[in-house]
């Protein structure tokens, strides 16, 4: 990671010359380093690390905005007398492989509120969720592969040719 080190390294020199190493100085160094990286990419070499970084803090604004708005719907579904919950499980194919990115999107599928994670096909290329409080399949699909959307621009690098979806 020539990114985070050059970025690491930046933190602990702007500390320095600050002349007091604390938290506060190595924060601010280290987002002053991340906006040096981020000016620079061709010259350091750094264009894909900074790439990762930005879709990182997407991913977590992106994150925060769908929590809040399932966490007011499912609100919503509570405070009425016959809720449309529309109960069903949902099969949907996916492009994340490997044990991590796959943890981490149940993980973020299963902290919103309405949507569990029930399994995986044998393969681990189909995910099955049990949704609540959406009219058809589609709309359950579409929000996890909006999700599974952001994961992949943090995880994977760019590509000249973008895949299309199954």
Avoid: C, K
Wanted: aromatic share 8%; glycine share 10%; proline share 8%.
């Amino acid at each position: 990671m020539r990114g985070l080190a050059l970025n690491l390294l930046l933190a602990v020199v702007w500390a320095l010359f600050a002349g007091e190493v604390s938290l506060r100085e190595l924060v601010v160094g280290f987002l002053l380093g991340f906006g040096i990286l981020a000016v620079f990419p061709r010259a350091l070499g750094t264009g894909e690390y900074v790439r990762r970084g930005l879709a990182g803090l997407g991913f977590v604004g992106f994150f925060l905005r769908e929590l809040t708005v399932a966490n007011v719907q499912v609100a919503l579904f509570a405070l009425r007398r016959h809720p449309p919950l529309h109960p069903m499980i949902v099969a949907v194919p996916l492009r994340v492989e490997g044990d991590g990115p796959l943890t981490f999107l149940v993980a973020v599928t299963n902290l919103m509120p309405g949507t569990v994670t029930v399994g995986f096909s044998p393969d681990r290329r189909t995910m099955y969720a049990h949704a609540i409080g959406t009219p058809d399949p589609r709309t359950t699909r579409e929000s996890v592969h909006r999700v599974e959307d952001r994961l992949l621009r943090v995880l994977r690098p760019t590509s000249p040719h973008p895949e299309v979806r199954p």
